[in-house]
């Protein structure tokens, strides 16, 4: 199995972890006077197993540089990485899916492709083409179609930090994939949870909530690591996606997650879900992949 097809695989996977998480978060935050402690309490358990992760995990040989970044850039790559993906965004969207309800929460963010094309085109080189554009329009179209009432949802606070911490996603995706040519996937990934987490406890501290976060109770606790244990899934197969497929097929695929999203909200919250919605956005993933997979074809055979 070539590399770029178990980077799809693996956004696959991420896709499916998302979904759940989204519904799960939905559910958690709820048991949280605070969505800033509840956010911090769960990135410190992905960021502690992350770290423990990139510590001990041992590869079979390391893997050559594409490109030999300085130490001064390393530094501020894994410090960009923790302030625009493992910090202020997850703030943004705790504090937003607090105001908001999971579905919509799931529409928001997976648009996440759409900024991720107008950055990944001029910024990364990667090529889109109309094929590409036709998925693209599958699953946003699918996505709307699986938010209840779409038409009817005012666009509040709740929603406006959904989509600046989407948005401050988008550019984590395109200093994640330029760092990726020189650093394994497991060390950014360490360094967003670990770094980020380290970040979060310090606006607790200015913020005077420390108190809150120590005050957290047993049933807290347990979503605390249920919701950690998804992210630190998350992040690890994320990352290590994007090391081996193109930043735009990733993301796109990524999707999916709002397919798995509605069901658990149909089977367990009561909350339609959508044939047609679901059907589009199988179709869009699915032709996403095949582009992805008919490119690396087309490679080897102009070798």
């Keep these: 199995m070539n590399r770029r097809t178990v980077g799809i695989l693996l956004a696959l996977s991420t896709a499916c972890i998302s979904g759940v998480a989204i519904w799960v978060n939905g559910h958690a935050v709820t048991h949280f006077t605070d969505a800033t402690v509840y956010t911090t309490a769960k990135d410190a358990v992905a960021g502690l197993l992350l770290c423990l992760l990139a510590v001990t995990w041992r590869s079979r040989g390391p893997a050559p540089a594409a490109v030999q970044l300085s130490p001064r850039a390393r530094i501020a790559g894994l410090a960009a990485v923790a302030v625009i993906g493992g910090s202020v965004p997850f703030v943004l969207f705790f504090e937003g899916l607090a105001r908001a309800e999971a579905t919509q929460a ?47 949802v005012a666009f509040g606070t709740g929603e406006a930090m959904i989509l600046g911490a989407t948005l401050l996603w988008s550019v984590e995706v395109i200093v994640v994939k330029k760092l990726l040519a020189g650093m394994p996937s497991r060390t950014l990934a ?24 120590a005050a957290l109770g047993m049933t807290q606790w347990r979503w605390v690591v249920l919701t950690g244990l998804i992210l630190t899934a998350y992040v690890g197969t994320w990352y290590a996606a994007l090391a081996r497929a193109q930043a735009v097929d990733v993301t796109a695929v990524l999707v999916f997650g709002a397919v798995v999203t509605a069901a658990l909200s149909g089977a367990f919250d009561g909350v339609s879900v959508n044939p047609v919605g679901t059907v589009l956005i199988v179709i869009g993933t699915l032709l996403i992949g095949a582009l992805a997979l008919r490119r690396k074809t087309e490679e080897a055979g102009a070798t």
């Design 106 to 152: 799931s529409f928001i963010q997976k648009t996440l492709v759409i900024w991720v094309v107008l950055l990944a085109v001029p910024l990364l080189r990667e090529k889109v083409r109309w094929p590409h554009l036709l998925a693209i329009v599958l699953l946003i179209a699918g996505q709307a179609w699986l938010v209840p009432a779409v038409g009817r």
């Design 190 to 213: 360490a360094a967003r949870m670990g770094l980020g987490t380290a970040l979060l406890f310090g606006w607790l501290a200015v913020a005077g909530k420390l108190g809150t976060f």
